[in-house]
């Protein structure tokens, strides 16, 4: 197993619906893991182009609850892959996710929601 450590910032939360029952929001999501195949020598770090995604292995991670979610693409797609000379890897990217949250209205205009934004990742 590959340990990845993860971080999210939330960056807009841009609609909430009651009648859908979701929210819409924007989120950077980062991911570090260490790859000992991509160690180099060096003490720099490199910054990839992010169409090269593709050619490395990344977590299959997934947002619980998702109704729908793109990646941004304005002007490239808005990812981030930098390795380090030890291997570790930090993936970067920005999603706009409309998710699931149930929501108990019966004592509006006075109620109080909690929505959550959940990641997992898939076991293959």
């Known amino acids: 197993p590959v340990s990845v450590g993860m971080s999210m910032d939330i960056?807009?939360?841009?609609?909430?619906?009651?009648?859908?029952?979701d929210y819409t929001a924007t989120i950077f999501l980062r991911q570090r893991w260490t790859d000992e195949r991509l160690c180099f020598d060096g003490n720099k770090s490199l910054s990839l182009d992010g169409r090269?995604?593709?050619?490395?292995?990344?977590?299959?991670?997934?947002?619980?609850?998702?109704?729908?979610?793109?990646?941004?693409?304005?002007?490239?797609?808005?990812?981030?892959?930098?390795?380090?000379?030890?291997?570790?890897?930090?993936?970067?990217?920005?999603?706009?996710?409309?998710?699931?949250?149930?929501m108990d209205l019966t004592k509006y205009p006075m109620d109080k929601q909690t929505c959550t934004l959940q990641l997992e990742s898939c076991k293959t």
């Open 11 to 21: 960056a807009s939360i841009d609609t909430i619906s009651e009648i859908n029952m």
């Open 52 to 102: 090269l995604v593709e050619m490395l292995w990344v977590p299959d991670t997934f947002i619980v609850d998702s109704k729908k979610s793109f990646l941004h693409d304005v002007t490239v797609e808005n990812r981030l892959i930098r390795i380090y000379p030890n291997g570790t890897v930090l993936y970067a990217i920005r999603v706009t996710t409309t998710v699931s949250c149930s």
